[in-house]
Nanobody, 127 residues
Framework: QVRLVESGGGSVQPGGSLTLTCTTENLPVRNTYYLGWFRQAPGTGREAVAT???????TYAESLKDRFTISQNIAKLTLSLRMDNAKADDTAMYYCAAKLREWYMPTPLNPRNFDIWGQGTQVTVSS
């Protein structure tokens, strides 16, 4: 059973940087899959930040692509998300998600395409 555990959340000042890590357990790295980072602020729906496929395709939310960087360390079985130039609107719970046995995803930013989720890690941007 695949398990996802997020870490690295916390408080960051506006303009600062933060890196989140998703540690995967039992991820079948020899098969195709998608991994992604999503976020949800209070009173809003879950939105995508960035996703990447096992074949290396990376997709960013258009409004966030200049400040967020997604990367995967296959050896360490982790997925990271770096946030730069943090803004108050980035305050949210950040979730790691996975979809297994998926070679191509037409809409990789749709959270409904992902069916394995971590518990989330809170990020608060405040001075």
């Amino acid at each position: 059973q695949v398990r996802l555990v997020e870490s690295g959340g916390g408080s960051v000042q506006p303009g600062g940087s933060l890196t989140l890590t998703c540690t995967t357990e039992n991820l079948p790295v020899r098969n195709t899959y998608y991994l992604g980072w999503f976020r949800q602020a209070p009173g809003t729906g879950r939105e995508a930040v960035a996703t990447m496929s096992s074949t290396g395709t990376i997709t960013y939310a258009e409004s966030l692509k200049d400040r967020f960087t997604i990367s995967q360390n296959i050896a360490k079985l982790t997925l990271s998300l770096r946030m730069d130039n943090a803004k108050a609107d980035d305050t949210a719970m950040y979730y790691c998600a996975a979809k297994l046995r998926e070679w191509y995803m037409p809409t990789p930013l749709n959270p409904r395409n992902f069916d394995i989720w971590g518990q989330g890690t809170q990020v608060t941007v405040s001075s």
